[in-house]
T-cell receptor
Framework: DAGVTQSPTHLIKTRGQHVTLRCSPISGHKSVSWYQQVLGQGPQFIFQYYEKEERGRGNFPDRFSARQFPNYSSELNVNALLLGDSALYLC????????????FGSGTQLSVL | AQTVTQSQPEMSVQEAETVTLSCTYDTSENNYYLFWYKQPPSRQMILVIRQEAYKQQNATENRFSVNFQKAAKSFSLKISDSQLGDTAMYFCAWYNTNAGKSTFGDGTTLTVKP
């Protein structure tokens, strides 16, 4: 089975633009979580979705939004990009999203200029 | 606020020796899980080991084991017979079951020397 896939792998945007990041979970996994990881720091939790419903939200501004589709894939949207949004964005999937281990994708490296 | 603290930014160990990475956390919750993740230079995050907070028995996965002290809110990772492939950044993480939210520490960079 394929692992968690994220696209694109790298992205360069300018301030004020909008970006959409995509994630496909492992087959059979119904939960997707999004994390932001700034170089040298631990991942910061953004969202968790389970069965297409938002289960958890981290301390991020409303410029960040996400959704999960009927096939359990997910999109993370960021509006009005700031320089500080430059980071590695990680997607992780799990079977149920309550206590099970997370399987991470390789991430999308976003650079905002 | 729930926090996870890893007090050792960098550590090194000789190949085949044992090393222990420290982690403390702060929460008033009773229902949670603790994890150690490994992130090699490729930046692919990989689960190393998981501990349920309601279990007193320490989790073990091959060469990896934890020392879970719930009252002290401490969750250390012991790596036995260290291998060169263990070189990576290690993150301690806490999962709040009620809120569906994970909190990660800032990591410990481990270097295994030949």
């Amino acid at each position: 089975d394929a692992g968690v896939t994220q696209s694109p792998t790298h992205l360069i945007k300018t301030r004020g633009q909008h970006v959409t990041l995509r994630c496909s979970p492992i087959s059979g996994h119904k939960s997707v979580s999004w994390y932001q990881q700034v170089l040298g720091q631990g991942p910061q939790f953004i969202f968790q979705y389970y069965e297409k419903e938002e289960r958890g939200r981290g301390n991020f501004p409303d410029r960040f939004s996400a959704r999960q589709f009927p096939n359990y894939s997910s999109e993370l949207n960021v509006n009005a990009l700031l320089l500080g949004d430059s980071a590695l964005y990680l997607c992780a999937s799990s079977r149920r999203g309550y206590n099970e281990k997370l399987f991470f994708g390789s991430g999308t490296q976003l650079s905002v200029l | 606020a729930q926090t996870v603290t890893q007090s050792q930014p960098e550590m090194s160990v000789q190949e085949a020796e044992t090393v222990t990475l420290s982690c403390t956390y702060d929460t008033s919750e009773n229902n949670y899980y603790l994890f150690w993740y490994k992130q090699p230079p490729s930046r692919q995050m990989i689960l190393v080991i998981r501990q349920e907070a309601y279990k007193q028995q320490n989790a073990t996965e091959n060469r990896f084991s934890v020392n879970f002290q719930k009252a002290a809110k401490s969750f250390s990772l012991k790596i036995s017979d260290s291998q060169l492939g263990d070189t990576a950044m290690y993150f301690c993480a806490w999962y709040n079951t009620n809120a569906g939210k994970s909190t990660f520490g800032d990591g410990t960079t481990l270097t295994v020397k030949p």
